[in-house]
């Protein structure tokens, strides 16, 4: 596995270089948002570690750009600890966050769980289908009307949560847990912003929604009739 890491802190660089290479993963390293889309792009790097506030180019715009090209699972590192700076990561196209400073632990961790749900299986045909919607579980892609669609790995992860439960209403605290698998308990709004994106991505008329349901004061739902 190779990621790319682009950061203009070069010790930091280093020290999760050192980490990762122990680990067994190959890496490429990068110091600003340029740097980080031209080596998205000639690298095609498994995942991607991305500082926020870079120069030449900042990390929220880098992972927008690369998001036009490309659905490799993306961290965001952040010195901000507003929710509204995360929100803005996952706007962008990010599949998750982790502020600094940071224990490397954790951020092994999290790479290590983007990556296993990133992974695609050798064998297709395993699908899902409600509607328009089918999900290839193996390849981990989504279909709307036959059409492939780009999804981020959180945003696949979403889906197939809600389109395995089809009508059982979860509350956002719910699908963190669920989806997310660690806490996140301050930045609910996280659910949020997925379901908006999946809703532009996945409905006709994203503001009627077909699939993709609210229950108001409680959560959200797949809806199958």
């Avoid at 948002?33 to 570690?49: N, T």
């Avoid at 995360?86 to 966050?97: C, Q, R, S």
């Avoid at 600094?100 to 990556?115: D, G, S």
Wanted: charged fraction near 30%.
């Amino acid at each position: 596995m190779k990621i790319l890491i682009v950061d203009d802190e070069e010790l930091l660089v280093k020290g999760i270089r050192f980490n990762l290479q122990n680990d067994g993963y190959k890496t490429v390293t990068g110091k600003d948002g340029l740097e980080a889309v031209e080596l998205a792009k000639q690298e095609q790097p498994d995942l991607i570690i991305l500082d926020v506030m870079m120069p030449n180019l900042d990390g929220l715009v880098a992972c927008a750009q690369i998001r036009e090209f490309s659905n490799v699972p993306i961290i965001l590192l952040t010195a901000k600890t507003d929710d509204i700076d995360k929100l803005m990561g996952f706007e962008n196209g990010a599949d998750d966050y982790i502020t600094k400073p940071f224990n490397i632990l954790e951020l092994k961790a999290r790479i290590r769980a983007l990556l296993r749900r990133s992974a695609t299986g050798a064998e297709h045909g395993n699908t899902l289908t409600i509607g328009n919607i089918t999900l290839d579980l193996d390849a981990r892609n989504a279909y709307k009307s036959g059409q492939l669609v780009d999804l981020t790995a959180r945003e696949y992860d979403m889906i197939e949560f809600l389109m395995k439960n089809p009508n059982k209403v979860y509350s956002r605290e719910n699908l963190l847990d669920s989806v997310w698998s660690y806490e996140y308990r301050s930045d609910i709004r996280t659910v949020d912003v997925h379901i908006r994106r999946l809703r532009e991505k996945l409905e006709d008329d994203p503001a009627e929604p077909q699939y993709l349901m609210t229950k108001w004061g409680v959560g959200y739902f797949f809806r199958k009739q």
